[in-house]
Every structure is written in structure tokens, then in C-alpha cells.
């Protein structure tokens, strides 16, 4: 079954600088991989994904890249603000499958 | 629309005793799931329905049972409850059209 790494476990930056999460997958079927925020107490959200058939995705200061050579996925935030505080979740999943969570990456942003 | 929501909020059980937790959806998705959420370990699936009176084992199913009775409700049990179970737990659904999966609010459930 698919196997979802992600690092690094904890990651801290200051206002305004850029943070880079990574993820890597087992499965070289896997062909869809959101990003999901979780704040303090709150749910997790999605926030960006990607297909296989796509290298790079942005939406605003959030950006998505694939690779699936080496079968990994990074979320690259930049100009980072104290709000993009939280717990950044990877997953993958091969179609209708189950989505496969990595274990987690604690961003703190300090002004 | 009140998305996806769960009852209990906060529960706190006995070692032995048994509680059902209730997921509802009003969006009309075929796609349903219990998580568990522990410190370090992410969220882990524990069962998932893809569609009414269907349901199959996630990751880690041992000590749970579920049932899909309703196409908008997804119900987990714990029949007898130990303190490894002692988690935060979050019911996902989604649509056949998209991977995208929407979360409800959390359980806190603490065994002692």
C-alpha cells in the first residue's frame, strides 16, 4: 500500500521569509496530492493539491510541485505571515483509493 | 449548508465502556471516513464507506465498528473502549467527482 513521508516535523521562519515542505509517496500510482492546513483546535482544510499530469500549481503565496520521477510533492510558501501558523498535512491517493496523510510539519512564523 | 458534523464534541469514557460516534453530511456525498488523530502521528484512516450500507477497513480498524446505514450519516462505534484509544477523531466525506475531502469539526475522546 501507498506510504506517505513527509519532513521536516517542525519548521520555523520569520515573517516574510519562504518555507518548503516535503513529501515523498511509495505508490508510483498515486495521482492526486492535496495540502491540508490544520490550525489549533480546528479542522484540516484544504489549501492546495495537484494532479499527476501537472508539474507546478500556485494559488497566490502557496505553490505545489511535483515530481514524479522521484515520486515527491513540496508546498513552497512564501512571504510568509504569523496567520500561515499551523500544521501542514501531505496525502496521496491513487483514484478512488484511500487518502494516505504524511505525519504531519508544525510552521511557526514569528513576526 | 452545515457541511459535515459530529457529535459528541468531548467525551470522556471508562477503560470497558462503549460510545457511538455520529457523522452527518448534508452535501450529498457518496464518499465517507473516520480518522484518528494522534500527536506525531497524523491523521490515520480507520474505516470508509463509498457509498450507503457499504463499508471497508482503513488503516488501523481494530477496536472500531462502523455502519452506513443513511447515505448522510456514518456512525463509528467502540464497544469496548481501551485508553489506546484515546484520540481526537475527524470524519471526512467526499464526492465521486473529486478527491477532495471535507472535514468535521473533531471528537476529543479520552478513555481512562
Known amino acids: 500500500g501507498e506510504n506517505v513521508e513527509q519532513h521536516p516535523s517542525t519548521l520555523s521562519v520569520q515573517e516574510g521569509d519562504s518555507a518548503v515542505i516535503k513529501c515523498t509517496y511509495s505508490d508510483s500510482a498515486s495521482n492526486y496530492f492535496p495540502w491540508y492546513k490544520q490550525e489549533l483546535g480546528k479542522r484540516p482544510q484544504l489549501i492546495i493539491d495537484i494532479r499527476s499530469n501537472v508539474g507546478e500549481k500556485k494559488d497566490q503565496r502557496i505553490a505545489v510541485t511535483l515530481n514524479k520521477t522521484a515520486k515527491h510533492f513540496s508546498l513552497h510558501i512564501t512571504e510568509t505571515q504569523p496567520e500561515d501558523s499551523a500544521v501542514y498535512f501531505c496525502a496521496a491517493i491513487h483514484n478512488t483509493d484511500k487518502l494516505i496523510f504524511g505525519t504531519g510539519t508544525r510552521l511557526q512564523v514569528f513576526p | 449548508n452545515a457541511g459535515v458534523t459530529q457529535t459528541p464534541k468531548f467525551r470522556v469514557l471508562k477503560t470497558g465502556q462503549s460510545m457511538t460516534l455520529l457523522c452527518a453530511q448534508d452535501?450529498?456525498?457518496?464518499?465517507m471516513y473516520w480518522y484518528r488523530q494522534d500527536p506525531g502521528m497524523g491523521l490515520r484512516l480507520i474505516h470508509y464507506s463509498v457509498g450507503e450500507g457499504t463499508t471497508a477497513k482503513g488503516e488501523v480498524p481494530d477496536g472500531y465498528n462502523v455502519s452506513r446505514l443513511k447515505k448522510q450519516n456514518f456512525l463509528l462505534g467502540l464497544e469496548s473502549a481501551a485508553p489506546s484509544q484515546t484520540s481526537v477523531y475527524f470524519c471526512a466525506s467526499g464526492s465521486v467527482n473529486s478527491n477532495e475531502q471535507y472535514f468535521g469539526p473533531g471528537t476529543r475522546l479520552t478513555v481512562t
Open positions: 452535501m450529498n456525498h457518496e464518499y
